[in-house]
């Protein structure tokens, strides 16, 4: 870590997506092996979140960390931004994740899941204040936030405060999404460390991969895995700190680790970065819709997420699975994280402002229309109100 000499493993344990039973419970013995496995063989940053596996992935990295393995993490966890209504809730809920995570102290706290909404409210609140006294009375050890919003927001949250790292949602198909190369860049060289998460996307790089693409990567001179060339791509970046992975396969974390062990920054040859440039223009022809996340559309005076209405059917058509995103559709528009308030695509009323202002020349409200068709329906709410349920478990 920049800021303290801190020393991380460059590979982290996420614990969003563990090892899980049929039900959609976690596997605890499977899930714990893994995680002591992990960091028997060095991976020394373990990332959770309140919402995680609908509240119970805070309680389980408690349970999991216990017989010495606590002293030997770094542990992260954050704030729900989107509960906070009043100050004295940034206590109430440190307090309750230091009980569930059975630890004293968070090494690394996160305000959670911001954009640029978001990050007003809880600054209003006295988020600042919060994280300040936390710190100074030892409950929180770095102060951080993690980011979902536009470019220009992140910058403005970076320069908001004292931050000691961030994180970011980042792989070589996001590098002009959120906060992107440019939000790395600007929040390393300000002396932040930098947290990556969904360096695979959620999977989806690595999942299903379009034959046009696997083409692409069967041409290498050396043969490495989707997963492998997109890790690599990541760290790539002298400027990243950790890269967080959801691990929950006895084989990927092998395999996770193993490249941790061998990769450095700067390592990829010209030809090798100008390969992954041409697997990144590939997805984004199979991609439904060329948005890049650049946010000069927004914002739409009825409400709607432009860009993130995108992402979702992108993702849709990326890694095929209607019903998780149909699920993740809900929950990121319907205001169960983020902003609190509905963004979703049925909102625009076809006023036709933001359409000349796309430099991708995406006829927006035609596409919308595709949107709500493929991802909204008649059981939308129900969706909306179990994404609530879920985000909001304790
Ligand atoms: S056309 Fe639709 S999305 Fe675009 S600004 Fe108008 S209401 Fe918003
Ligand atoms: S302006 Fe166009 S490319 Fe940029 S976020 Fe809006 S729809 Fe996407």
């Given at each position: 870590m920049?800021?303290?000499?801190?020393e991380l493993?460059?590979?982290?344990?996420g614990?969003?997506?563990?090892?899980?039973?049929?039900?959609?419970?976690?596997?605890e013995e499977?899930?714990?092996?893994?995680?002591?496995?992990?960091?028997?063989q060095?991976?020394?940053?373990?990332?959770?979140?309140?919402?995680?596996h609908g509240?119970?992935?805070?309680?389980?990295v408690g349970r999991?960390l216990?017989?010495?393995?606590?002293?030997?993490?770094r542990?992260?966890?954050?704030?729900?931004?989107?509960?906070i209504e009043?100050r004295?809730?940034?206590?109430k809920?440190?307090?309750?994740?230091?009980?569930k995570l059975?630890?004293?102290?968070?090494?690394?706290y996160l305000?959670h899941a911001?954009?640029?909404?978001?990050?007003?409210?809880?600054?209003?609140?006295?988020?600042?204040?919060?994280?300040?006294?936390a710190?100074?009375e030892?409950?929180?050890?770095?102060?951080?936030?993690?980011?979902?919003?536009?470019s220009?927001?992140?910058?403005?949250i970076?320069?908001?405060?004292?931050?000691?790292?961030?994180?970011?949602q980042?792989?070589?198909?996001?590098?002009?999404?959120?906060?992107?190369?440019?939000?790395?860049k600007y929040?390393?060289?300000?002396?932040l460390?930098v947290?990556?998460?969904e360096?695979?996307r959620g999977g989806n790089?690595?999942?299903?991969?379009?034959?046009?693409?696997?083409?692409i990567?069967?041409g290498?001179?050396?043969?490495r895995?989707p997963?492998?060339?997109?890790?690599?791509?990541?760290w790539?970046?002298?400027?990243?700190t950790?890269?967080?992975?959801g691990?929950?396969?006895?084989?990927?974390?092998?395999?996770?680790?193993?490249?941790?062990?061998q990769t450095?920054?700067?390592s990829?040859?010209?030809?090798?970065l100008?390969?992954v440039?041409?697997?990144?223009?590939?997805y984004?022809?199979?991609?439904k819709?060329?948005?890049?996340?650049c946010?000069?559309c927004?914002?739409?005076p009825?409400?709607?997420n432009?860009?993130?209405?995108?992402?979702?059917?992108?993702?849709?058509?990326?890694?095929?699975?209607?019903?998780v995103?149909?699920f993740?559709?809900?929950?990121?528009l319907g205001g169960?994280?983020?902003?609190?308030?509905?963004?979703?695509?049925?909102?625009?009323?076809?006023c036709?402002?933001?359409v000349d202002?796309c430099p991708?020349h995406?006829?927006i409200?035609?596409?919308?229309?595709?949107?709500?068709e493929?991802l909204?329906?008649?059981?939308l709410?129900?969706?909306?109100?179990?994404?609530?349920?879920a985000?909001?478990?304790?």
């Amino acid at each position: 870590m920049p800021k303290t000499g801190d020393e991380l493993s460059i590979l982290g344990f996420g614990c969003m997506r563990l090892a899980s039973k049929a039900d959609g419970s976690i596997d605890e013995e499977r899930a714990t092996k893994q995680l002591r496995f992990a960091i028997d063989q060095g991976v020394n940053y373990v990332d959770t979140a309140w919402p995680y596996h609908g509240g119970q992935s805070e309680p389980f990295v408690g349970r999991a960390l216990s017989g010495g393995y606590r002293e030997k993490v770094r542990l992260a966890t954050k704030l729900p931004s989107w509960l906070i209504e009043k100050r004295e809730d940034m206590d109430k809920y440190l307090n309750a994740q230091l009980e569930k995570l059975k630890t004293d102290h968070i090494d690394y706290y996160l305000v959670h899941a911001l954009v640029g909404d978001l990050w007003d409210t809880v600054e209003n609140h006295g988020v600042k204040e919060f994280l300040n006294k936390a710190k100074a009375e030892g409950r929180i050890k770095n102060a951080g936030f993690s980011f979902h919003g536009a470019s220009e927001d992140f910058k403005r949250i970076v320069d908001a405060h004292d931050w000691d790292f961030c994180q970011i949602q980042y792989n070589f198909l996001d590098g002009r999404n959120q906060a992107g190369t440019k939000g790395l860049k600007y929040a390393a060289k300000k002396g932040l460390g930098v947290v990556i998460m969904e360096p695979l996307r959620g999977g989806n790089l690595t999942r299903n991969v379009p034959p046009a693409v696997q083409k692409i990567w069967d041409g290498a001179a050396i043969k490495r895995t989707p997963a492998e060339w997109a890790l690599r791509w990541v760290w790539n970046h002298p400027e990243v700190t950790v890269v967080l992975s959801g691990m929950n396969d006895e084989m990927h974390i092998r395999e996770n680790l193993r490249v941790a062990g061998q990769t450095h920054p700067n390592s990829l040859t010209k030809t090798e970065l100008q390969m992954v440039h041409s697997v990144e223009k590939k997805y984004r022809e199979l991609m439904k819709v060329g948005c890049t996340g650049c946010q000069y559309c927004m914002p739409c005076p009825n409400g709607v997420n432009i860009p993130l209405c995108f992402e979702e059917y992108n993702n849709l058509y990326l890694n095929g699975n209607a019903e998780v995103e149909k699920f993740m559709y809900a929950a990121r528009l319907g205001g169960a994280v983020g902003t609190g308030k509905p963004e979703f695509a049925s909102l625009c009323v076809k006023c036709g402002e933001c359409v000349d202002k796309c430099p991708q020349h995406i006829e927006i409200p035609v596409v919308l229309e595709s949107v709500v068709e493929e991802l909204e329906g008649s059981d939308l709410e129900q969706r909306v109100a179990m994404a609530k349920q879920a985000f909001k478990q304790t």
